[in-house]
């Protein structure tokens, strides 16, 4: 079992930085691969990123690469998102996951995850 913990949102003016954190409870953080969703108002929930279980591997949309830095240390059991050069677009709630499959689970679907945080706002003013 693993409990998830989101923070680091906030209200951000367009073109600033964001950092996330993901701080997880329980003994198995280390297996678990961990991937960022975010959900805007009456939208479903969109991928933005995911890291292996050991931190070697990420993955990015191709639309974000370059904004976004997805990183963990497993000695704190925690993950987080570096968000760069926030646009009003980015606004949405901000959702850690951690699911047990091989890395090469279709990790964009949060259908396949097995454990969710509770979510951090994160707002970007224009």
């Known amino acids: 079992q693993v409990q998830l913990a989101e923070s680091g949102g906030g209200l951000v003016q367009a073109g600033g930085s964001l950092r996330l954190s993901c701080v997880a409870s329980?003994?198995?953080?280390?297996?678990?691969?961990i991937v960022w969703f975010r959900q805007a108002p009456g939208k479903d929930h969109d991928f933005v990123a995911a890291?292996?279980?050991?931190?070697?591997?990420?993955y990015y949309p191709d639309s974000d690469k370059g904004r976004l830095f997805i990183s963990r240390d497993n000695t704190k059991n925690a993950a987080y998102l570096q968000i760069n050069n926030l646009i009003p677009e980015d606004t949405a709630v901000y959702y850690c996951?951690?699911?047990?499959?091989?890395?090469?689970?279709?990790?964009?679907?949060?259908?396949?995850?097995?454990?969710w945080g509770q979510g951090t706002q994160v707002t970007v003013s224009s």
């Open positions: 329980g003994r198995t953080f280390s297996s678990r691969n």
């Open positions: 890291i292996s279980t050991g931190g070697s591997r990420t």
């Open positions: 996951a951690a699911y047990s499959g091989p890395w090469g689970t279709d990790r964009t679907d949060w259908r396949n995850m097995d454990y």
